[in-house]
C-alpha cells in the first residue's frame, strides 16, 4: 500500500507540473454549454413531406426514420432545451406499406438494397398495415408525397378518400382524426419552434414523370395561396423556425445516373443486331436528309456506346414530310406507320436527362404500340421489329427529359422559390438554401469530416438508392445546414460549441439483414 501511495503522489506532482508546462491546457477546457439564443426549442416540429419524413431507399422504415433530418436535428436541439420528439414509426425495417394485409398499388412496396452488382426490391412483405391507425399529431408532420396544397386538404387523412385518391394512406395512419388536414395536426402540436421543408413534390411528380403532363407542376397561385396560409397559420402562434427552399430536382441521381448513350456494343446481345438495325434505319435516314434534317439520323456504333431514340415533343413534326417521301417506295400503310412514328424523333444527346426507371425499359418491346401495329393488321413480326424500346421505337416522353421540359421545371422552382423567401422574410425566420447547396454539391461535391459527398448514385453519399432521397449522411448534412442558419438568426450556438454532426457517423446503404 506504501508503495501504491508514492506512485499516486508522483503521478500528481507529475500532473501539475505538466500543468504548469502548458502541456494540457487543452484538456482541462470546460465544454461550451449550447444555447438557444432567441428561439425555444422545447417543441419543435418538422413540416415537409418524404425527406422529412426519413423515407429513403424508395420507401420509409425504421432506420430511415430514426436518420431523418428532423429526428437528427432534435437530439441537438435537446441540448439547449428541446423536449420530446415524436415520430410516426412504421413496423419494421422492410418499408412499405399494406391496406388490410394487401399490397397498395403505386410507391409501397419494400425498400431498394444494393447487392454488390445493382439494385433490388427486399424480398419481403411489408408488416405496417395502414388500418392500424395512431393519431397524432406527431413532431414529425412529414408526409410523403405531400404537395403544398395538400397541406390544407381535410379528409387528407380519411381511409375512406383513398379509393378517390383524395387520401394520402401516410397521413391517414397518423391523422388526429379522418377530418383533420396536415395543418390542422401541426397547429394541434403547438410548436414552438417548426422546420419547414415544403414544394419539391410541387415539380418532383412533373420531373418524375418524364413531364408527360400526367402530372403536372402546381400553378403560382395555388403554390403562393397554400404555403402563405401555411405561413399565416404558424405566424399566428408565435413560433420562430426555420426554413429550407426546394433544391434542383434534375441534380438527382435519378436523373443524372443513366447515361443519353447507354448502347454498348460490347453486349453481344446488341452487338449482334447493329446492322439489322443500321439496315432498317437507312431508308429514313435518307428521308430526314432530304427533308432537311440530317440530325434526326440514326446509326448505332459497332465501336462506342450508341445514344437511344426518343420522342421529342418541343421538335417541328415531319410526319406529313416523311410520308410523301416514304409513300411512293414503301406504300401508303407503312408511310402512314413511320412517318407518325418517327415524325418528332431524334438520337438522344448530352442534353437530355433519361429518368432511372429507364434501365428496364430500353431494348425492351412496347407492348402497348406493338399490339397497336397488330391491330392495323402488321405482321406480327414486323410489328415486334418496329416496337424495339429506344432501338426502334422512340422513348416515350414519360421516360425521358428534353431541354425544353427541363427548363419548365427549373423555372418553376425558381419562382416557388422565390415565395418561400419572400415569406420567410416576412417572418423574419431562418432560411436554407438547398437550392444553392444541391447546385455545389452536383458541381464539386460536399467535403466534411473527412469525407467528400456528391450526388453519384449509391456510392456518392447523398441520395439514397431510389436516387431521389436522402441517406442518413445526407440527413445530417441538412441538419448541420439548418443549425448554422439558425445560429445565424437566433444567436444559438451549434456551431460554436462544436456539436454539429460527423457525417460519418450516418448511413450510405442500409444491409438488406436490417431487422
Known sequence: MLKMKYIWTLAVLFVFAACEDGKYDKEIEP?????????????????GNSNTAGLADGALFIASQTNSFPNILAEKMSLAGGGEFTQP????????????GNTIPGPFGPRLF????????????????V???????????????????HMLAPGYGNIGNLALGLANPYF???????????????????????????????????????ADG???????????????????????????????????????????????????????????????????????????????????????STTEASPIVVHDESLPN???????????????????????????????????????????????????????LVGLGVPQETAGQLSVNGLTYP????????????????????????????????????FFDAYSLMNDIAAGGYSSDGFNVTTQLVFGGLFSLDGLHLTGRGSAIVANEMMKAIDATYDSNFEAAGVLNDIGDYPVIYSPALQ
Open 31 to 47: 465544454p461550451i454549454e449550447v444555447v438557444s439564443g432567441a428561439a425555444d426549442f422545447s417543441n419543435y416540429v418538422a413540416i
Open 89 to 100: 414509426w412504421m413496423d419494421d425495417n422492410t418499408g412499405g406499406l399494406l391496406l388490410s
Open 114 to 129: 444494393f447487392d454488390g452488382a445493382g439494385l433490388s426490391v427486399l424480398p419481403k412483405t411489408p408488416t405496417t398495415d
Open 131 to 149: 388500418t392500424n391507425i395512431r393519431p397524432g399529431p406527431y413532431n414529425n408532420m412529414g408526409i410523403p408525397g405531400a404537395k403544398s396544397f
Open 172 to 210: 391517414v395512419r397518423m391523422a388526429s382524426s379522418p377530418g383533420a388536414s396536415v395543418l390542422d395536426d401541426v397547429l394541434a402540436a403547438s410548436p414552438t419552434f417548426f422546420s419547414i421543408w415544403l414544394g419539391s413534390n410541387d415539380v418532383l411528380g412533373y420531373a418524375t414523370s418524364g
Open 214 to 300: 400526367s402530372d403536372p407542376i402546381t400553378g403560382k397561385e395555388v403554390f403562393d395561396g397554400s404555403m402563405g396560409a401555411v405561413f399565416g397559420a404558424l405566424a399566428s402562434t408565435g413560433a420562430k423556425g426555420v426554413v429550407a427552399n426546394i433544391p434542383n430536382v434534375l441534380h438527382s441521381a435519378f436523373f443524372t445516373s443513366v447515361p443519353y448513350a447507354p448502347l454498348d456494343p460490347s453486349n453481344p446481345d446488341f452487338a449482334a443486331q447493329i446492322p439489322l438495325l443500321n439496315g432498317a434505319w437507312a431508308q429514313l435516314n435518307q428521308a430526314f436528309a432530304f427533308l432537311g434534317f440530317p440530325e434526326r439520323s440514326v446509326e448505332f
Open 318 to 372: 415531319i410526319q406529313a414530310g416523311l410520308f410523301a417521301v416514304l409513300s411512293p417506295t414503301l406504300g401508303a400503310q407503312t408511310a402512314a406507320i413511320l412517318s407518325a412514328q418517327y415524325g418528332q424523333s431524334r438520337p438522344a444527346n448530352e442534353a437530355d436527362l433519361l429518368l432511372l426507371t429507364i434501365q428496364t425499359e430500353i431494348g425492351e418491346l412496347n407492348m402497348e404500340y406493338f399490339q397497336y
Open 395 to 430: 422513348m416515350p416522353d414519360k421516360w425521358v427529359l428534353v431541354p425544353s421540359e427541363q427548363e419548365e421545371i427549373e423555372n418553376a422552382t425558381i419562382m416557388f422559390n422565390q415565395t418561400l423567401q419572400q415569406l420567410s422574410s416576412n417572418m423574419g425566420l431562418a
